[in-house]
């Protein structure tokens, strides 16, 4: 089987690379368990895949900014793991997810308010800065931490690209940012360029609670000041896009109409796919977080998708 599943994860601090690793596995395992047996988990363990972890890149500095506990606790994660495990896949609704639901809305009321009008009072960073600031500090010129952790990703990609894998690369909340331009870059930058510019592109394209519509972070990906086929990725065949309800990272939750001319200049065979809205039933330490990445991988939506792509 010439495929190859790449999974990265995600902002806040992190538990240590084999335990968030493992973790992300057994929510897909249990998802494919749950909704097409034995089998499909036995395809899933025989799979090519890697685990893209820079966790130990933005703990570090999460440590310093604000002060926050390294590595994050796994013991809670699994606790989460195990309630959603419970759950059947036609219990992934919007009937259960009330049950649950302890969500500060003060936060998602934030990124509603202000992402259609920061760019134009120019405070964009500085909101960003209080939601996610790993996120901000992406984009700090005068820090590696963006050129860092997309290092992460790139050798991975490049292999294989070189291995002429069928690709599919899953990706959550900031690395999904990361991601696109990790693909921009093999697109556009002359030491890439060279090498992968004979049809290598990944076969899908998968991004979970991704923040990519977000007015300001759009501003801020590369290539958003190029235009035609330079301001975009030409290697992904096929994207698809999960958000779940109240999950203010993904506030904007559609980016089929903000990336549309990505089809439409015919890099990508098909238009962007979103589904929503899903309802991610995670709760840990007694609160719901309709951000977990744990509760986008084990949600059928998600299920399904990898499960069609690994026949």
């Known amino acids: 089987m010439n495929k190859k599943l790449i999974f990265i994860h995600g902002r806040a601090t992190k538990p240590l690379e084999d335990d968030l690793r493992d973790l ?38 999460l440590h310093k900014k604000r002060g926050h506990t390294i590595p994050d606790d796994i013991g809670t994660r699994k606790a989460a793991l195990e309630k959603l495990k419970s759950f059947s896949a036609d219990q992934f609704n919007k009937a259960e997810y009330k049950k649950i639901r302890q969500l500060n809305h003060l936060k998602e009321l934030l990124a509603d308010t202000f992402s259609g009008i920061i760019r134009l009072l120019r405070i964009g960073n500085k909101l960003v800065s209080v939601i996610a600031p790993d996120m901000a500090e992406y984009w700090n010129r005068e820090a590696y931490f963006g050129s860092d952790v997309r290092w992460r990703l790139t050798p991975v990609l490049e292999q294989a690209f070189v291995e002429k894998k069928q690709i599919m690369l899953v990706a ?115 609160k719901s977080n309709p951000h977990s990445s744990i509760g986008y991988l084990i949600h059928p939506a998600f299920t399904k998708i990898i499960h069609d792509w690994m026949q």
């Open 24 to 61: 992300w596995y057994e929510a897909v395992k249990s998802g494919l368990k749950r909704d097409y047996g034995d089998s499909a988990v036995q395809k899933f363990e025989s799979m090519d895949k890697e685990f893209v972890y820079y966790g130990d890149i933005s703990n570090d500095f």
């Open 172 to 286: 959550h909340s900031l690395g999904t940012i990361i991601s696109y331009d990790t693909l921009w870059k093999f697109s556009h930058y002359s030491e890439y360029r060279s090498q992968f510019n004979n049809g290598e592109k990944l076969d899908l394209f998968v991004t979970m609670g991704s923040p990519l519509a977000d007015e300001n972070i759009k501003s801020q990906i590369k290539g958003m000041r190029s235009k035609g086929t330079f301001r975009y990725p030409n290697n992904i065949k096929n994207w698809i896009n999960i958000s779940a309800e109240d999950d203010y990272i993904s506030h904007d939750s559609r980016l089929s109409n903000d990336f549309r001319k990505i089809h439409k200049l015919g890099l990508m065979e098909n238009p962007i796919k979103d589904i929503y809205p899903i309802y991610n039933l995670t709760v840990r330490n007694n």
